[in-house]
């Protein structure tokens, strides 16, 4: 089993549809970074969080340390957020970042 | 304001071929590093610099060496591609060491084949 679990894998939706993606993890961390890579694909961070929520502009991303759960919401979808969203966690038992295998969004207009 | 500079965004090699892939940044970044990406897997870490003169392994070093040229550059060499190596490879950069408790930036990445 992967230590870091990302659902779904694919994920399609009209344009303004509300999005949520999952991240699970298994491992203890001090942080997790949600990151996008767009289809050109170039990789941008979005959010580095280790508790609570964080929100910036149409995206918000939420994090449950005792549950081991993350969620990054888009509201009102659009066209442009089509892209692959990662999540990675900071693992303090093994020092390292590790990273899921990315869920693929497409919003069609 | 640049960010990180990767060249080249295209390369393919014969086996047995070598090459170096540059990385530059531009936001006096301590730590720098080495990523490769390839379908169906998340991000492994090839090398790392925590700062200026330091290097050390991640999780898939074998056939690659990197140089920290100075605080700016990390190079990162293939000695003697292999087909294995076809991969998409990212450099990137943080403020902090290896807590990663510091947000990574990335360049736009480098397909490389090795037939």
């Known amino acids: 089993k992967n230590e870091v679990e990302q659902s779904p894998q694919n994920l399609t939706a009209q344009e303004g549809e509300f999005i949520t993606i999952n991240c699970s993890y298994s491992v203890g961390i001090s942080a997790l970074h949600w990151l996008q890579q767009h289809p050109g694909g170039g990789i941008v961070s979005l959010f580095m969080l280790s508790s609570g929520k964080k929100k910036h502009g149409r995206l918000i991303a939420t994090i449950n340390i005792q549950e081991k759960h993350s969620s990054l919401h888009i509201t009102a979808s659009h066209p442009r957020d089509s892209a692959v969203y990662i999540c990675a966690v900071d693992s303090y038992n093994t020092d390292k970042l590790i990273f899921g295998t990315g869920t693929r969004l497409q919003v069609f207009p | 304001n640049a960010g990180v500079t990767q060249t080249p965004k295209f390369q393919v090699l014969k086996t047995g071929q070598s090459m170096t892939l540059q990385c530059a940044q531009d936001?006096?970044?301590?730590?720098m590093y080495w990523y490769r990406q390839d379908p169906g897997m998340g991000l492994r870490l090839i090398y790392y610099?925590?700062?200026?003169?330091?290097?050390d392994k991640g999780e898939v070093p074998n056939g690659y060496n990197v140089s920290r040229l100075n605080k700016r550059e990390f190079s990162l060499r293939l000695e003697s591609a292999a087909p294995s190596q076809t991969s998409v490879y990212f450099c990137?950069?943080?403020?902090?060491?290896?807590?990663?408790?510091?947000?990574?930036?990335f360049g736009n990445g480098t397909r490389l084949t090795v037939t």
């Open positions: 990137a950069s943080s403020d902090q060491g290896m807590s990663y408790n510091s947000p990574l930036h």
């Open positions: 610099s925590a700062s200026e003169g330091t290097t």
């Open positions: 936001m006096n970044h301590n730590s």
